[in-house]
């Protein structure tokens, strides 16, 4: 499509996948054979390392089904199968095939395993990398393998890519299996204190590297280990990227899975002395579950990501000390890269809990004294510290978040997301609840950081924040994460073009016993603290947080706030324009004890004022306030809207929109059943503004002009739609544009595409020209099919496919077949359309006589005009008009010699078919 080519046309990958018809010679490998030369099945070698050594660039090698090792048992764990440059290294052969076209790697597996011993899960000997590619050329294959049981646990670039490694070059990798790989854990007291990237693969050096058909799962990157004891440090973070882990290039992904990958976990933190300060912090969960970009362009078409999980947070055993942050980027992490995702499914991932702090004090967050003394033992990273700890009263700890963005996390980073669905994403939730600055972590499905996003076309559903439980400490109730669907801080910008936000929702925040509950997260559906713009998007069924609870025991202190933003909370500058906002609720307070505050906004929440224009916000609701409230807080300009409970005046009204169908036909809002379309006669219809309509910026359209006022609406069709039964209240020359996220059009077969798009793109015929699809034409009875082919008559008629040679509309065949015509000479053509002559009149004048026979000898020696129905004058009907015609008459004229084949009696048809014609005769009616 247009807008896809435009927003993408400069992300393309330069490792393009090389035809493989033969150009150099074939090596072929069977591990089941004896091993010979490798030029034959019957030859094969019995190693791949045998081919590899030997093959040119330009060769192929074939693999037959088995399991390859790169070494021998116990062997050189740096050794792996390292591809020949410009060489294909094809697995899936059965061991008889003619051509690499023959093969079938699902049925044929071929894999390639680091497990030198085959004892996994005892890894301790497995090959650091089981395929690796140095900067190889363009051309170089990898296609049909199984890549598993590599452990990357040396030093530098040897502690990324366990099943494959790519540094620098060029890489096409194809139908391949990269799973049960993984990275080492970091030695505590080491130089690296972070556990490696890149489990199941790893792209570093600048390289450019195609996947297509490949399934990247079941890896897992290292653990961090703990810092330095004796000076101030920081443990190490968890291995990202637990499937793929990319570093600078250009890597692209088609058509693959990336599932159930997972990122190594934060190295544990050390005890604090008071005397003399000694702190190291717990280290950050691993982030990207499934993949983790550092810089360069990453483009996905068609991929899955589903069911990863970022690293958790390291916990702290000392006194006073916090854990540390999960893991960010459950399904995908971008550092500082340019992403690019089209008709991406990323679902069911998770970030994983931030790291807990030390047991739960008593008392006060007092620190010094020494009145408080007590000794512990740290343990984790395989190496067991004592400490001990000074102090007033214990010390209060905290808990860290979950890592943000469930399914993606962005940190300074460029997104353009197209026709992508986000579905059953989520932020974890501290392992130990309390604390302040605990919270579920934000941005359910997508997290950004400092990052500018565009999505166009995507559909979030039931994604989320967690919430917090009750809290087992004296401190303030966890605070549940924001942006249940998106969640954006700290710069950058966030642009939603024709989306689809349903049942999103942000956590509950976590009850206390002394102190604050925690407060609900807000925006349900996107929470945005970046400049944000919305256009031509839905939200339904999203809710904010709940707050936390207080019980009656505390000091005096309130429970949470609930959550604002039902659906959307904006704290920076926001403009949303033909939107369409139900069901969204914000967050209450629940609970014993003195609550805090209800959130505003069930539909959206404005904190820094902002403009709504051509929006529709009706049935959100909050757990208090006004109804008005309810749909919309603190936005600063509302133009052309229909809110409910409006009382602010100007161009925008409060009558029901009438939706098509509000709830659906579960009678639930935010399914995707729900049908917000607008009816014909809806108040919303034609009533908006056509001079508020946002420009094209990212050509919606694929017109190529970016400064035209929107012209589709998110359904695809266009905008500025008139209808009939609607009066044109809005502002602008007709036809207006309606107000929400749907133009009205006519859509005769209910769906979701107008009628005038489908005719427009051929998915509808309309062959009549009625701008009504030939279909529904057909369905309603306005057009007659009756030789039931889906073609109205009228259109065969038209174009001379079949006949209606009486005018009645009905094809002559239909009559034929009906029986409501006949067709006495069976020539296909009813009787009432054909010439009704009289046999033997051959005048064409009163009766048959003399005068006929007479008319007839001059016509045939005399040289007087031709009659005008030769098969009148054919009286003995055998085809043809000569002299024995006229003896033939005479003689049954005078002779009696026998009647006039009919129809000589009345006017009739022709019933022989022959050469002589009638084409007009007078004398019959």
Request: hydrophobic share 35%.
């Amino acid at each position: 499509m247009g807008h896809v080519v435009a927003l993408c046309c400069l992300f393309v990958a330069t490792a393009v996948p090389p035809c493989l018809a033969q150009v150099g010679a074939v090596w072929y490998v069977d591990g089941s054979g004896s091993g010979g030369a490798g030029t034959s099945w019957a030859s094969a070698f019995a190693d791949p390392q045998d081919a590899l050594s030997i093959a040119t660039p330009g060769d192929e090698i074939w693999v037959a089904a088995g399991t390859y090792r790169p070494t021998e048992p116990d062997g050189d764990r740096m050794v792996s199968f390292d591809l020949a440059s410009g060489v294909a290294l094809l697995g899936g052969f059965a061991g008889f095939e003619t051509s690499s076209e023959e093969r079938d790697p699902e049925a044929n597996v071929t894999i390639l395993t680091g497990d030198l011993n085959s004892n996994d899960p005892d890894i301790a000997e497995n090959s650091y990398h089981v395929v690796r590619a140095n900067g190889l050329a363009a051309g170089t294959v990898l296609d049909g393998f199984t890549i598993r049981g590599g452990f990357a646990e040396g030093d530098g670039v040897d502690r990324t890519g366990g099943g494959l490694l790519v540094d620098g070059g060029a890489l096409f990798v194809a139908r391949c299996v990269l799973k049960e790989n993984r990275t080492g854990n970091a030695i505590p007291g080491a130089l690296v204190l972070s556990g490696g990237n890149g489990a199941g693969a790893a792209v570093v050096g600048a390289a450019s590297v195609n996947f297509e058909e490949c399934v990247i799962r079941d890896n897992c990157t290292g653990d961090g280990a703990m810092g330095a004891v004796g000076i101030d440090s920081v443990s190490g973070a968890g291995g990202g990227g637990g499937g793929l882990y990319c570093e600078a290039g250009i890597v692209s992904l088609v058509d693959t899975e990336i599932s159930n990958n997972t990122a190594g976990v934060g190295g544990v933190g050390d005890f604090e002395w008071i005397t003399d300060p000694v702190s190291v912090a717990a280290g950050k969960g691993g982030c990207g579950g499934g993949v983790l970009a550092a810089t360069g362009e990453l483009i996905l078409t068609r991929v899955t990501i589903d069911g990863n999980r970022s690293g958790i947070g390291g916990d702290n055993a000392s006194f006073s000390q916090a854990g540390a942050f999960g893991g960010d980027g459950g399904g995908l992490c971008a550092v500082a890269a340019v992403v690019v995702l089209q008709e991406v499914t990323i679902s069911a991932n998770e970030t994983e809990r931030g790291g807990a702090g030390d047991l739960p004090g008593i008392g006060s967050s007092g620190r010094g004294g020494g009145c408080y003394f007590e000794c512990s033992t740290v343990t984790g990273n395989d190496i067991d510290v004592s400490f001990c700890r000074t102090g007033n009263t214990p010390p209060v700890y905290y808990s860290f978040p979950s890592g943000a963005g469930g399914g993606v996390c962005a940190v300074d980073s460029s997104l353009t997301i197209v026709e992508s669905r986000f579905f059953s994403n989520r932020t974890g939730f501290p392992e130990t609840y309390g604390g302040e600055w605990t919270s579920s972590g934000r941005g359910g499905a997508i997290a950004l950081n400092g990052s500018t996003c565009t999505l166009l076309a995507c559909a979030f559903v039931q994604n989320e924040t967690g919430s917090i439980p009750e809290a087992t400490v004296t401190m303030f109730g966890g605070r549940a994460g924001h942006g249940g669907g998106i969640a954006a801080w700290f710069g950058g910008t966030l642009n939603l073009v024709g989306c689809d936000f349903r049942l999103c929702r942000c956590g509950s925040g976590g009850d206390s016993y002394d102190q604050g509950g925690g407060h609900g997260g807000s925006g349900g559906a996107v929470h945005a603290d970046s400049p944000l713009t919305v256009t031509n998007c839905n939200f339904a069924g999203n809710r904010s947080g709940d707050g936390g609870t207080l019980s009656p025991t505390g000091y005096g202190t309130v429970g949470g706030s609930g959550g604002s933003g039902g659906a959307v909370f904006a704290g920076a500058s926001v403009v949303v324009a033909n939107c369409t906002f139900s069901g969204n609720s914000s967050g209450g307070t629940t609970g014993t004890g003195i609550p805090g505050d209800p959130g505003l906004g069930g539909g959206l929440y404005c904190d820094a004022g902002g403009a709504v224009r051509n929006c529709v916000l009706f049935g959100n609701s909050t757990a208090s306030g006004g109804v008005e409230e309810s749909q919309l807080f603190g936005a600063t300009e509302v133009s052309y809207s229909c809110i409910e409970g409006w009382a602010g005046g100007g161009t925008s009204f409060s009558a029901d929109p009438q939706f098509q169908d509000l709830l659906g036909p579960d009678g639930i809002a935010g399914t995707e059943d729900d049908d917000l379309r607008l009816t014909a006669d809806s108040p919303c219809v034609d009533a908006g503004s056509n001079l508020l309509l946002p420009e094209d910026t990212i050509d919606l359209d694929g017109d190529g002009d970016t400064t035209e006022a929107l012209p589709l609406d998110t359904a695809r069709n266009p905008r500025r739609w008139d209808s009939p039964l609607a009066s044109d209240t809005g502002a602008g020359n007709v036809p207006l544009v309606d107000i929400g996220a749907y133009e009205w059009h006519p859509d005769c077969d209910d769906d979701g595409v107008a009628d005038s798009v489908e005719i427009a793109t051929g998915e509808a015929l309309d062959c009549n020209g009625n701008e009504i699809p030939d279909e529904c034409d057909l369905a309603s009875g306005a057009s007659l099919d009756c030789n039931a082919n889906w073609i109205p008559d009228e259109c065969e008629i038209a174009i001379g496919v079949e006949q209606d040679c009486n005018g009645n509309g009905v094809l002559d065949s239909c009559e034929l077949l009906a029986g409501t015509s006949l067709d006495v000479n069976l020539n296909g053509i009813p009787d009432e359309c054909e010439p009704h002559f009289l046999r033997g009149n051959c005048n064409g004048i009163g009766s048959t006589d003399i005068a006929d026979a007479i008319f007839m000898l001059n016509y045939l020696f005399g040289g007087s005009a031709p009659p005008q129905c030769l098969s009148a004058c054919d009286c003995n009907d055998d085809g043809g008009v000569n002299v024995g015609d006229a003896i033939f008459l005479l003689g049954a004229l005078f002779q009696g010699t026998g009647p006039i084949p009919g129809p000589s009696i009345s006017c009739g048809v022709d019933p022989t078919i022959d050469s002589v014609s009638c084409d007009a005769f007078a004398a019959c009616p």
